[in-house]
C-alpha cells in the first residue's frame, strides 16, 4: 500500500512542498479508503519529516478505531502552542477528521488558519463532504483517487505476492 500512496500525484505534490520548503500550515487528505487511510496518513507524515520512523514532533491523534473527540481537541490546542522537541516543526495528524462534530471542527478554525510558528496539520478525510466548508478553505486539500484493481495487482506483483 506504502508504495501506491508514494505514487500518487497527491504524494508527489505534497513531497514537492517539503523539497521546496513551501510547506502549507494545513492540509487534508481526501482518501475514500477508511481501512488504509492511517497508512497514507502515516507515509506523508513521515515524508513531511523526511525520515522513516516515528518522532515526537509528530502526534497522531485519535487511536485507531477512536473518533477525534473534545478531549483529543483540548489537547491539540494545549500541545499546538508549545515548541517542537526534537525539529524546528512540529506536525499534528487528525486520522477521520469527518468524523468529528462540527462544533469540534468549528473549535480548531482559528488554530487550523493561524497556528503556532513551525505547526502544521494534516487531516485525513475518508467523507469529505461531512468536512466544514470554513475548515476547508484553510487547507490545501489533496486527493489520492481509489487504486484500480490493475494498480493494486501490480503492487503485489511487484512485492511478490500472488494474486
Sequence with gaps: MKKL???????????????????????????????????????????????????PDLIILTEEGKKFNADAAARLLADSVLKPLERDKKLFVICSFNDAAAIIQNKLLKTLEEPADGVHFLLGATAPASVLDTVKSRVKTLTIPPFSEGDILAALERKGGNP
Design 5 to 55: 500512496i508514494e505514487g500518487t500525484a497527491a504524494f508527489a505534490a505534497f513531497a514537492g512542498d517539503v523539497a521546496a520548503n513551501r510547506i502549507s500550515h494545513a492540509y487534508m487528505l481526501n482518501f475514500a479508503d477508511a481501512k488504509n487511510e492511517r497508512a497514507a496518513l502515516k507515509a506523508f507524515a513521515l515524508a513531511f519529516f523526511g525520515v522513516t520512523e516515528t518522532l
